[in-house]
């Protein structure tokens, strides 16, 4: 390892602690992933559809419609070659007729990466015994609530969220935020809008940088990063979706999602400086409510490739799906966004109802 490789590492590292205090747009991105390979299958076209446990991530107000007492479901995907970790667990009660209470639990983390800020010690020496490891992890809690209003097909919901990110010792930041959205059914079709970070989301960032490390970043040209406060702007999700009965055994669902976003020019299919607008298509077919296939695209974006050629690009998803009695498995097949590399994610979930057992008389 030469001297001028331990010089460029220590920038890259410098200059990713530095990133977190960057303007607003994109923060909290962890939490435009997605969750559950049924959503995932379609694309994240879901808020309208969702009826489920995992309406706590897409839209509160569709946890009125699990159908037991409780359910719960838990997901895991690997992203960029298995470097990132996404967890997720979640859990929803029926606390009477009309109202439904949610958490939810999502951890995405990048571990075991090596520190090389102290490589080299205070005589110049390069001692390996120094490289530490260290984890970069977003943690976020959502706390849902869902109620039926007396208003016919009117479902409305919310969401507290509490956010964790961490990197190693060196940074960390809480953060808190709302969510609200509302599902309306209208004959045979569905209507849907989610106002994530309705009052803005704030992340509080902290950092604890040794003074070697500190000497680290002045030597290869790195600003020494601040303690600041990190805003999450609202974005607005409006949906449609309507379920077709081909046949007695044969269903097909079609939902058409717009995301709908305030702080900026963004590189999406509709874009202008005052709001940017991202669709996305999902469908699923269904046989006997038992055996599922799935897909989707969204995430139209356009580049110049080395020659000066626009190229347009976008996000296929395919999944399936299983139900054995009360209990749900799905898998999805997802790009992230990148289709040139391919790097293509595996994503299984599982999902169960639970029936409160009656006591006996």
Same mark, same amino acid.
């Given at each position: ?90 859990? $929803?009660? @029926?606390?009477?007729?009309? !109202?439904?209470?949610?958490?939810? =639990?999502?951890? %995405?983390?990048? #571990? ?127 949906? $449609?979706? @309507?379920?077709?009965?081909? !046949?007695?055994?044969?269903?097909? =669902?079609?939902? %058409?999602?717009? #995301? ?102």
């Amino acid at each position: 390892m030469n001297k001028n490789f331990i010089t460029a590492s220590l920038a890259v590292f410098g200059l990713g602690i530095s990133a977190f205090a960057q303007a607003p747009k994109y923060s909290n991105e962890f939490l435009n992933i997605g969750v559950g390979a049924r959503a995932l299958g379609m694309s994240n076209a879901y808020i309208t559809s969702v009826n489920d446990v995992t309406a706590g991530y897409w839209n509160p107000a569709g946890l009125h419609g699990i159908g037991n007492q409780h359910q719960v479901a838990l997901m895991h995907s690997e992203y960029f070659a298995g470097i990132a970790k996404y967890d997720y667990g979640a859990f $929803a009660t @029926r606390l009477d007729s009309s !109202s439904v209470l949610g958490v939810s =639990l999502i951890r %995405f983390g990048v #571990d075991d990466i090596p520190n090389t800020t102290e490589l080299i010690d205070a005589n110049g020496n390069v001692d390996y015994d120094r490289i530490t490891t260290f984890s970069a992890v977003d943690w976020g809690f959502l706390v849902s609530y869902a109620k039926d209003l007396k208003f016919p097909g009117l479902h409305v919901g919310g969401n507290v969220k509490v956010i964790r990110r961490k990197v190693g010792d060196f940074a960390g930041a809480w953060g808190f935020g709302l969510d609200a959205g509302a599902q309306y059914d209208y004959k045979k079709w569905k209507f849907a809008a989610m106002a994530r970070d309705v009052t803005s989301t704030f992340n509080a960032w902290s950092y604890n940088l040794s003074d070697e490390t500190k000497a680290v970043f002045l030597q290869t040209g790195n600003e020494i990063p601040e303690n600041g406060v990190e805003i999450t702007l609202p974005k607005l999700i409006l949906g $449609a979706a @309507r379920q077709f009965e081909i !046949s007695k055994k044969i269903s097909l =669902l079609a939902e %058409f999602d717009l #995301d709908n976003t305030f702080d900026g020019k963004r590189n999406v299919l509709i874009r202008s400086k005052a709001i940017s607008m991202d669709p996305h298509i999902g469908l699923e077919a269904g046989y006997m409510n038992m055996i599922f296939l799935r897909g989707g695209f969204g995430n139209v974006q356009s580049y110049t490739d080395a020659g000066g050629k626009k190229i347009r690009t976008f996000q296929p998803n395919i999944g399936v799906g299983i139900r054995i009695k009360s209990v749900y498995i799905d898998y999805a097949l997802t790009d992230i966004g990148d289709q040139s590399v391919a790097l293509y994610s595996n994503v299984f979930s599982l999902k169960i109802d639970i029936n409160r057992k009656k006591p006996k008389s």
